[in-house]
């Protein structure tokens, strides 16, 4: 099967409150978007803003993807109105790797990546040759080296900040050994390695509360912000409607009072 027919074939079948119907390449129908989204936070996020867009006269329908592919491929094949899973640095990376129109509509919140243990109740307990999973998205990937770096696992060359790969790193006296796989699946990795720095999203999704459960936690000034991706030049009033819902008072509340600073406002 074609990967687009299969994508639209997912899209017709998978939507918050239930089937899609009338699933044409014409997403843009006046008064209803199409929104593609991690299911947590991304997706709860929205759907706290389905009645707020309701009384504008937009119809928000959710779709809900568990990879970072599909939803951009989605949105500029124009079978979503928008996206809601990434941050910008990943948006910019993915869009010029494979040629794609897209950009930031708005920053909605950041999610502090974690570094995560099974074995391990404290960070400062690292053992020699320890296996620590990461991102294997060079985005993600980079800031994940530097959270372990500032958390004391090894240090990096100077000057690479969050743009670092594992060649990067230059003293590593515990020969730590990094192990990079897709970023969805580093949950289920943790019974395999000893550490695994997981986004907050991955961590919310398996019941992991980054607050609670995280060794060690990304500071909350990181540059990160989870944002609304549209087709570039896409300036429809549907859309400007949505970015003022998702930074509104009302949703600055719900996350705060929901993720309890596991997720944080970028607003």
């Known amino acids: 099967m074609k990967r687009r027919s299969l994508i639209s074939l997912c899209l ?15 997403a843009a129908q006046s008064g209803i978007l199409k929104v593609g989204a991690s299911p947590v936070p991304h997706a709860d996020i929205l759907k706290a803003a389905q009645p707020m867009l309701a009384k504008e006269g937009v119809k928000l329908e959710v779709i809900e993807f568990t990879d970072y592919v599909q939803p951009n491929m989605a949105l500029a094949d124009k079978e979503l109105d928008a996206n809601f899973f990434q941050h910008k640095p990943y948006l910019d990376n993915f869009a010029a790797e ?39 998205d060079p985005t993600n990937g980079g800031r994940a080296l530097k959270i372990l770096s500032d958390a004391g696992f090894f240090k990096l060359k100077d000057g690479v900040g969050v743009n670092g790969t594992p060649a ?33 999203n991955y961590a919310l999704g398996v019941n992991l509360n980054p607050m609670k459960d995280a060794l060690y936690m990304e500071s909350k ?14 300036k429809r009033d549907e859309l400007q409607k949505l970015a003022k819902a998702l930074t509104s008072p009302e949703m600055r509340k719900f996350i705060e009072d929901k993720y309890q600073g596991a997720v944080v406002p970028a607003f």
């Open 12 to 26: 017709c079948a998978i939507a918050a409150g239930g089937l899609i119907t009338g699933c044409t390449d014409d």
């Open 98 to 136: 494979r040629k794609l129109q897209l950009e930031s509509l708005v920053a909605v919140h950041i999610e502090p990546m974690g570094v995560y243990s099974k074995k391990v109740k404290d960070i400062k307990t690292i053992a020699d040759a320890a296996k620590v999973a990461i991102p294997n």
């Open 221 to 234: 000034d990181s540059p990160y912000a989870n944002i609304v991706a549209v087709r570039k030049g896409d």
């Open 168 to 200: 990067d790193i230059v003293d590593n006296p515990k020969q730590i050994q990094i192990i990079e796989m897709e970023a969805a699946v580093l949950p289920r990795a943790l019974d395999d390695v000893d550490f695994a720095v997981i986004n907050s």
